[in-house]
């Protein structure tokens, strides 16, 4: 069974930065897709950032320029770098994986779909 444990969250002032990190364990498929997605109080979840297990990253609009996502497969981490913090990125950011065999995922933020496996979440609050 797959796990993901997400760190990094915290509180900081807009024009701030934070660096959010997902701990993976429990690996079973031989390629993955990740991703980092928000949910924002009284809003749906969106995607913000993703690979997909071909390697592509894609980013939301509303986050390109200013985050940037990466992954160390020797530690089996994934990394979300955000810069430029705005007040509209206050949100719990979660991190995702699914079976990225046969395309039987995507971590494309605007159209995402077979992210079986999410983690608990860590809470990303920007202040003006």
């Known amino acids: 069974q797959v796990q993901l444990v997400e760190s990094g969250g915290g509180s900081v002032l807009s024009g701030g930065s934070l660096r959010l990190s997902c701990a993976a364990s429990g690996y079973t498929y031989s390629s993955y897709c990740m991703g980092w997605f928000r949910q924002a109080p009284g809003k749906e979840r969106e995607g913000v950032a993703g690979i997909d297990s071909d390697g592509r990253i894609s980013y939301a609009d509303s986050v390109k320029g200013r985050f940037t996502i990466s992954q160390d497969n020797a530690k089996n981490t994934l990394y979300l770098q955000m810069n430029s913090l705005k007040p509209e990125d206050t949100a719990m950011y979660y991190c995702?994986?699914?079976?990225?065999?046969?395309?039987?995922?995507?971590?494309?933020?605007?159209?995402?779909?077979?992210?079986?496996?999410w983690g608990k979440g860590t809470l990303v609050t920007i202040s003006s």
């Open positions: 995702a994986a699914g079976d990225g065999t046969y395309d039987y995922c995507s971590a494309t933020p605007d159209n995402y779909y077979g992210m079986d496996y």
